[in-house]
């Protein structure tokens, strides 16, 4: 059984703080990994994504990924209290699809 | 920036009606997915369409429902006899081959 697990929060940060996310899954051959924003009654927003282990750097997001322990991890530095959203972890299935978890509810505060 | 688009933003029908919810995605990309969330829940693959079959599909996707891509623009979905519990929020979505761009979704209410 494919599982996706994040913490759901909610997660909350002051303004301008590095904010922390958390994500591990159970398939040990997963190979590609998607963070995606999701604000109320939106649709998911594609974020970044990473397949190697590492860090990945994308403005003031970073993703990191870490196979061998199966985490995944999103951190955003300088928080904005535009970034309040619900961030959502993705796996690729081996049939091309998305499979989500539950998501961390993320408030930044002013 | 090309966007993938949905209509209509909200459907309310009642149980028993057929449904079709329509999606143009972004025109250079070849798969197409339909995802669902119910309120509350994570977002849930239905379905995935690649060179004008179903490649995949989940144990959610069944007979009552049904995909087609009429013409080379739009991307259907169809639920043949809605029951209250298909009472969510459908997401279609389209990769040029790797990574998924969602539409802004339709709002499905089953009454």
């Known amino acids: 059984q494919k599982e996706v697990e994040q913490n759901s929060g909610p997660l909350s940060v002051p303004e301008g703080a590095i904010a922390s996310l958390n994500c591990t899954y159970s398939?040990?051959?997963?190979?590609?990994f998607f963070w995606y924003r999701q604000y109320s009654g939106k649709s998911p927003e594609l974020i970044m994504f990473?397949?190697?282990?590492g860090d990945k750097e994308d403005g003031r997001f970073t993703a990191q990924l870490n196979k061998a322990s199966q985490y995944v991890s999103l951190l955003i530095r300088d928080s904005q209290p535009s970034d309040s959203a619900t961030y959502l972890c993705a796996v690729l299935t081996g049939a091309n699809n998305l499979f989500f978890g539950t998501g961390t509810r993320l408030t930044v505060i002013p | 920036e090309p966007e993938v688009t949905q209509t209509p933003s909200h459907q309310v029908t009642q149980m028993g009606q057929e449904v079709i919810l329509r999606c143009v995605p972004i025109s250079n990309h070849l798969y197409f997915y339909w995802y669902r969330q119910i309120l509350g829940q994570k977002v849930e693959f239905l379905v995935s369409f690649y060179n004008n079959e179903i490649s995949e599909k989940s144990e959610i996707f069944d007979d009552q429902f049904s995909v087609e891509r009429p013409d080379g623009s739009n991307f259907t979905l169809k639920i043949r006899s809605t029951k209250l519990e298909d009472s969510a929020m459908y997401f279609c979505a389209s990769t040029p081959g790797y990574e998924q761009y969602f539409g802004p979704g339709t709002r499905l209410t089953v009454t």
């Open positions: 398939d040990r051959g997963s190979q590609s």
């Open positions: 990473i397949y190697s282990n």
